[in-house]
């Protein structure tokens, strides 16, 4: 195989109560990535989308995560990469992950799938690194494997695929100002009380068994963050009203997608997922902000082949 | 039925990573209580047993409990509360969980079995009280409803049954020192680490869905605390010897129960429980302190009736 493309999907981290822990795979929504071997032991990048990402191997996720396996596994040959971003970049629902996942995958095709799903997640990381500064999982994996993923800690890299419940569908608004996940942690206190630390346990453990259950009523009383979300509302122009008025419309829970803009809520069913999908549509048609919806159900199969 | 006597099971709560939110029942250990029916509309507490417990009423959990509910159903007889205790007063396996426990089951059971699952562990949380000074379930309700328990949160209390794996056994030791809950609780710093507070909650998600998938090299990993254990170690005489030579000895996480001083280590198998037990014993029989040993199966019923 010379060549390959690939869809990888957006994904959204954290689901509230579980901050860096928890992330699911969009069905809906992903990156485009066109991987061709070249002759010559470099990394070659292509954006066909507009979004001026740098094409610094170094600073960009797809070719620092590229130049890595180049490097580790001593292969003389190189890739060229095309990227078509669907994922608007710093949006909160995992665009360089995406992008970095999509690639690592696709490079692991043409070499003959000789990487373990271990080392691709680490190779995903060191490119998702260029964009995040830190080494976070909860979108790198989900995008990679799809469903909803656990990472249960760092050193080495635990991760555990949960139960996906049948009816779970995602309803997303995408605001088109930029949080970059580096500010979106830097407005976290070190801190956090004690009492709150033991709520969010709680609700995550809560959330972990309503996933096994399939257990909306219980994923509902659990999508509930007391620690991160207090913190970072105020970035997200009528964070308030999003979450209050899709409560208020039938969904199970609405928080922030990762490190924000965007605002996801899980609902039982498509039919409420797009009535969510209306009610952040009337709430930010009177903004003036630019944004995107989009209602998808977990994608269950992470980065998918398109064409060879 | 005038008279019933039950038995009421001791119980772990915390489970390391758990701490306040989960608890499990034990098989092998707990208290006898038999309730009386009388014709006067009063509590009469009588212990069999040698801990000196106080006996009047609002002093004692089984007593404190039961006047709740002869006061809230306006009842025009009384009880006679007969407890054997064979757990330890402040030995941090829910001694006064099961005694509380064990009398509104007991006095549930002689009305005809008129007060719901909630209502019930509403008037043991009343009994226990007395000895906690707070309202914390993590021992009521495995006490009452055996297996393994999540406690989501409170306002209202939310409960969830956790399934327990076929060969999971527990080993107890429990020195006869006593540390008050009360105390234990003071010990707490009220601040924590947000990124420890990430690792706690990783760690119990990992738990719960070991416990979901019977994966015990996923308990194994997710036994740790990272929040409360580094605080309260030091109360309990050679914990950190108890905890390592155990875990070397292929238990699959070893914490602090409850708030001590008893220690706990998960294990797989009646087996490795009993070698763990060893452990424990080889341990403490150089210490000059009096102990107990606990070998058990999760005990998956409850309170349990003996005799009525």
Partial sequence: ME??????????????????????????????????????????LIHTDNYN??????????GKAAQAILDDLNLDFGFEITTHKNIH??????SSSSSATGTV??????????????????????GEHVASGSFHADNVAPSLLGGIILIRGYNPLDYIKLPVPSELW????????QIKTYDARRVLKQKVMLKNAIQQCGNLAGLVAGFYRSD?????RSLV?????????????????????????GALGTGISGSGPSVFSLCKGEENAKKISEVFNSI?????????????????????????
Same sequence: chains 1, 2.
């Fill in 3 to 44: 060549q390959i493309k690939v869809f990888s999907p957006a994904s959204v981290a954290n689901l509230s109560c579980g901050f860096d822990v928890l992330g699911l795979a969009l069905d809906s929504k992903g990156d485009d990535i066109m991987v061709k071997k070249i002759k010559r032991k470099e990394i070659i």
């Fill in 53 to 62: 990402l740098p094409l610094t191997v170094n600073e960009n996720v797809s």
């Fill in 89 to 94: 970049p710093g949006s909160g629902i995992g």
């Fill in 105 to 126: 995958f696709a490079i692991n095709q043409l070499l003959g799938n000789i990487l373990s799903e271990q080392q691709q997640l680490h190779y995903s990381l060191i």
């Fill in 170 to 177: 995602v309803s997303v608004i995408t605001p088109k100002i």
């Fill in 216 to 220: 909306y009523e219980l994923i509902s």
């Fill in 225 to 249: 963050d007391v620690l991160i979300e207090p913190q970072r509302a105020v970035l997200i122009p009528k964070f308030t009203d999003l979450k209050k008025k899709s409560i208020a419309a």
């Fill in 284 to 308: 930010y048609k009177k903004t003036g902000i630019e944004y995107e919806l989009i209602v998808s159900k977990v994608n269950e199969k992470g980065v998918k082949i398109i064409q060879e």
